[in-house]
């Protein structure tokens, strides 16, 4: 093992998200794991996930941020949203670097944190001061980070899938439709009646329509980018599957456009991404292709009659949708090959 | 049993829309299935379908137009397309009612019907004169129909969701946007690479984007409905169950509207259908409320600041978007009560 | 609607079983649902079940049990296991005749029902009355049944598979091994962790390996029709599917046979017999043959070299093996058609 | 790139197995792939693949035996059942080292092979020299193997699941079943009616009872491991998933024995293994633990008063039971580390 490898810490190892963390950081060649805890369960890691029996002798501990603070460099936390404001400001306090996988530090204005996800924010000030995760919209802001905010997974997709057409023909645009659907696992591992398995298995339906809190995010980041106001209507589903996000993404426009020139915008905003990848003009992607990858890939169609470009995004939203981007981010932050542990 | 009782037949009893039919036939109190039949396979029903063992002793024959003739008052043809124009005019010549599964007789103009299903139409005759089968829409027509041409399951879930604003604030609409998802048994029972069992599961994807033949199916009964021209984009999904088809409609207004409004309108609309439910006002229907029914279920959102109207529309594809919605046409056709053998 | 129907009532409408009951029910042309009632939840059938809508205005009450006698003529108990023996002696005193779908008078030892199931038995006197409900053994106590107890799902299935070698070759059999795989909805509505989607979806495991509480309901009546106390081995699997239980039981012999000759002993046992059907030699049955169907189906394969009898046997847990068994029960106990409402 | 590292190639590569050994083999550190090939797919790997994009841009040529013996240290066969043999010969007497995944050298007798293959077996003489590549029974022949024969994906975890009691209890054991139960991607890439999504999604059956392939495959090398003849009765299943192998063996001892004696029997057998997981006393092992991964898990149940030892054993049937158990096996006989690429 070499001896300048970084410390890395995970609080929040008994999610699907903390477990997905887990697995790519015991992989990864440039990084210990030596700090891993969660609220609620603790013991041998091997015994919360049996599927680690073999792979790792780490135990989990009750969450103690002092030893957090002794034990690592940079701490990825995936405890649920509000729990991440209690422990965030302490760490960063003490100097160490933290990778925020919660939504509590993606919406810039406090305010609007307190309307989606009807909590008071505590931590007005590092809120300010967190990067957004996107790599390939902030890589320059990411690389030196402290406090580093992870997309949501159904932003991740939904900018992705946007932002080529949104940063170049930002004018032309009247309209954005988001219809995403998302495996279970985007719930994470709450139980919960509506997620038992007969009722979502060979079932489909949409939920919290126009009403999720992944809209402001997917709506601040795009105007950001974009330079101008622009508004998403999104609708998310549940897929009676286990993991991956696939987002159909309707972008109207007033003008005229070809589906060439719409995927040749694509192809070159993305031509040096290592996790985007633009398919053949009128190929559509699927979960398959993506699911326990890093990838996001994106298929563009247009109804030329209709000026409206039809995008479809997808990723695996437990990776390039939240540990995985983590990791790249992580990567980002400390001068490693960005794709290092990836691929 | 009855003397005076309708004598049926089906035509294509070997895919999964002939044997719906068949199931609800075989407890229809008004019918007897006299003749069964079907291109590749042959003998006792029960063997083709081992589900329906000591259900029947009826034997599955070799297609015999003049046995149909003989035997039957009405011809149920769940034969693939292009087929169904080759057996329609003689069965109707020979003075008896049809009611057509296929596309054939779907698509007023024999040009728009070459260029979406790649076939030469043999048959302009009868496609003028052919009635399209949606209860909601046609329902008068339906009552004197020979030849009945049913529905295609998505246009079925398509205009139910769309007629109530499309034809009462038809010069308000600016677009109109589908998002369709649809359960495996769609495709028929095919045997096809891309519908093994390891390529759908786990898996979902966009095809034949804003390209798939049901479009112009769309458009056409809708405009007329409408009394103008309405262009709808349509992007179908697959989903990997066997039943269901949930559609998520974007009706774009130039106009502003409410959420009670629009709930308000799809209410009246249907107040006196017994196959379409109208969900709460933000309630959303759920694939698994209508798989196993003839019912059309429908939710209703706005996105008031972005005058968009949101319609989700769910049925099951084999039977409110296939047989079931066939055999309401034929209680219409012959004046049994409307829901009878289907609730 | 007729004036002599049969007036039903249903206690514990709120879990799938109950559902499927009133499902039933509802169609059946020779009773009429009078009573509605579950313990934590209220209001509207349709409500409840929203896939109810449109087909019924019932309302489900709170329970009560002097209602239920004065508004039946016979009650279903979908309740959970030991909440059933408070509400039935009260119903039997009444003169009330009892379909009780729980585990609590289907073991005729009170000291067996407490090791297995965990509870104090208050009813040992009922016990000794009720009369286990299945058809195909039991007919002719059925009719005069005032208690009738309804068979588990598993031991359904297990009983159908054994008994016509059970009951004839009893002397030649030297060990029965019953690997058992059930589908979700066995386990009832329950929210519990290891019944969340991403637990059991694309998953499979054994569970209280020997240790299942309804081995020694199987033992029981198994050992009761032979003559002769058999022991079985009982390993039950978690499916990750909707609906259905396989059992492939492997009945070890001393003595030789012959595929044909246990292939006609099974044909001739159920010549008669509506709703269980064998199949032919070497004909597997699948779940999808009687899934949302009343029937059993059985498979006979023999390892003639080993002795061994190898048959699998098929129904549908919620139908066969709870509420479709309980209208056949019924039907038998009113002197109707067996098949009557089910077919 | 490190100059030493061993040449492998693949042919067949369009089928889900060899896709997975080019996917294991892509991130092991010690070798490079240098000759990729198929019978009918040609062009870039990730176009045959789309999930590999942006990961390789090898080309797969069609199958050209000079060119692999020219460019290759090690071979991986991922072909048919019978094409396997034709190829082999040519490798092995131009000196090279040839992993086989298909079934063609497993059978020791070429009359065994023709009577479960339904084949000609034309190359005798290296069925005898082949090394079955079972690491757990055969690590040391394996070391020296020119042709290794990769074993069966049921036998593996039959094998793995048995030999503990078979080589130390052998005169005790007076039967074997092995329920075996096994995701789709068992069946391989191949179009087949029984195998669309419709037809196995919410089913389950058993198939090729007590006559499936696999079957002299166990008995033989468990009988030459115990140093006697063993029969096995083996009922495969066709689970609805994608991967995973789950098997419930029930052996059937003449002695008494207790649930710890043959827990420890077990725990010391595998002490040393890097990927036989030995699950506590009564801990079931669950498919999810081991797909994507190359353990094999097992629990230990004993039914005490019936003598009778209830062994569950998983793997993924893609990765222990065929390509993952293929690179351990290369791991072997290069002399790596036998984790390498694999953890």
Known sequence: MKTNMIRTGIIGISGYTGLAVFEILLKHPQVRLTYISAHTTQGPVDEIWPQLAGRTELICEKINIQKAIDQCDVIFLAVPHSSSMDITPKLLKAGKRVIDLSGDYRLKEASIYEKWYAHKHTDAQNLKAAVYGLPELYREKIKKAQLLSNPGCYPTAALLGILPIGTSMTNDITSIIIDAKSGVSGAGKKVAANLMFCEVNENFKAYKVCNHQHSPEIEGYLSNAAGKNLNVTFVPHLLPINKGILETIYIQLNTK???????????????????????????????????????????????????????????????????????????IMHGFAETEGLL
Do not use: W
């Open 257 to 331: 456009t070809t589906a060439e020139k719409a995927h040749t915008l694509y192809t070159k905003f993305y031509k040096n991404e290592p996790f985007v990848r633009v398919r053949k003009l009128d190929v559509q992607p699927e979960l398959k292709d993506v699911v326990d990858t890093n990838f996001c890939d994106i298929g563009i169609a247009v109804n030329e009659t209709g000026n409206l470009i039809v995008v479809t995004s997808v990723i695996d939203n437990l990776i390039k949708g939240a540990a995985g981007q983590s990791v790249q981010n992580m990567n």
